[in-house]
């Protein structure tokens, strides 16, 4: 990736473009580059921001969702951010959505793509076989819908971090704290505008979640990409870019 990655004030974040602030929320196991295809699309228009969360860095008895969605409003207010446009993905989606909840003030608009906060059928409760790299290779892969996405870098990354014990256990930690933090209750007083970009193949958040989201959400509209998984922008980033304009130019229009 060649995008620079800032370090101050405790936070590590890449910062590319000017105007409105599209701010990108990764994933559990997600990297920055993930979102490479949006920066690059969206750049020259946007400012587009991605914290790296502190999934791995928090005490383990704070290590939860509440916890994630409170850095991401230190990092707003210490960047001096406002009228922002959060995208999420997986957990990063759950963080957002206990974020606009918080904060609506903050907030102009939510893109979410993948998102916990409802279900999601992840790794469940413990890697049983983390270290075989070749059952770390098939969890992996089966968060795409083309298993090629998997990248041997992809792989490798996570069969690093969950052979790491400080790192596991905070992962199922977060993941344990993202399956009890039920958003259902919650979704109708979010009055942003949201646009949901969903996988038709998605294993982990299947297609009925996003089917409820839209239910639920007041202002929503649910958009489907074929032959894809969990990871929209990774595994289809045109057809993640193509349905993301038009809502950013909308958006931006209403103001």
Request: include cysteine; hydrophobic fraction near 40%.
């Given at each position: 990736m060649d995008f620079v990655l800032k370090e101050e004030h405790g936070f590590s974040y890449i910062d590319e473009g000017e105007g409105e602030v599209l701010l990108l929320l990764h994933g559990l196991m997600g990297a920055l580059s993930n979102w490479d295809k949006v920066i690059e699309e969206f750049r020259g228009q946007y400012r587009v921001i991605i914290p790296i969360l502190p999934i791995y860095d928090l005490p383990l008895l704070t290590t939860g969702v509440k916890t994630l969605a409170?850095?991401?409003?230190?990092?707003?207010?210490?960047?001096?951010?406002?009228n922002v446009t959060l995208l999420g993905n997986s957990l990063g989606g759950h963080?957002?959505?206990?974020?606009?909840?918080?904060?609506?003030?903050?907030?102009k608009a939510m893109v979410l793509t993948g998102s916990s906060g409802l279900y999601e059928n992840a790794f469940g409760g413990s890697f049983p076989r983390r270290e075989s790299y070749d059952f770390v290779k098939e969890k992996v892969e089966y968060t795409f819908y083309d298993p090629n996405t998997a990248t041997k870098e992809l792989v490798d990354d996570v069969y690093r971090i969950i052979n790491d014990r400080h790192s596991v256990i905070r992962i199922l930690a977060m993941a344990k704290s993202a399956i009890r933090h039920?958003?259902?209750?919650?979704?109708?007083?979010?009055?942003?505008?949201?646009?949901?970009?969903?996988?038709?193949?998605?294993?982990?958040?299947?297609?009925?979640?996003?089917?409820?989201?839209?239910?639920?959400?007041?202002?929503?509209?649910?958009?489907?990409?074929?032959?894809?998984?969990?990871?929209?922008?990774?595994?289809?980033?045109e057809e993640f870019n193509k349905y993301l304009k038009p809502f950013l130019e909308k958006i931006n229009l209403n103001k």
């Amino acid at each position: 990736m060649d995008f620079v990655l800032k370090e101050e004030h405790g936070f590590s974040y890449i910062d590319e473009g000017e105007g409105e602030v599209l701010l990108l929320l990764h994933g559990l196991m997600g990297a920055l580059s993930n979102w490479d295809k949006v920066i690059e699309e969206f750049r020259g228009q946007y400012r587009v921001i991605i914290p790296i969360l502190p999934i791995y860095d928090l005490p383990l008895l704070t290590t939860g969702v509440k916890t994630l969605a409170k850095y991401v409003h230190k990092f707003v207010k210490y960047k001096k951010l406002n009228n922002v446009t959060l995208l999420g993905n997986s957990l990063g989606g759950h963080v957002a959505l206990i974020y606009v909840l918080s904060h609506p003030t903050y907030v102009k608009a939510m893109v979410l793509t993948g998102s916990s906060g409802l279900y999601e059928n992840a790794f469940g409760g413990s890697f049983p076989r983390r270290e075989s790299y070749d059952f770390v290779k098939e969890k992996v892969e089966y968060t795409f819908y083309d298993p090629n996405t998997a990248t041997k870098e992809l792989v490798d990354d996570v069969y690093r971090i969950i052979n790491d014990r400080h790192s596991v256990i905070r992962i199922l930690a977060m993941a344990k704290s993202a399956i009890r933090h039920n958003m259902n209750a919650d979704l109708h007083k979010i009055k942003v505008p949201v646009s949901l970009i969903w996988g038709r193949d998605d294993k982990i958040t299947p297609p009925e979640v996003a089917v409820e989201f839209n239910q639920l959400l007041p202002d929503s509209e649910l958009h489907w990409i074929d032959k894809c998984g969990h990871a929209p922008m990774m595994e289809q980033p045109e057809e993640f870019n193509k349905y993301l304009k038009p809502f950013l130019e909308k958006i931006n229009l209403n103001k």
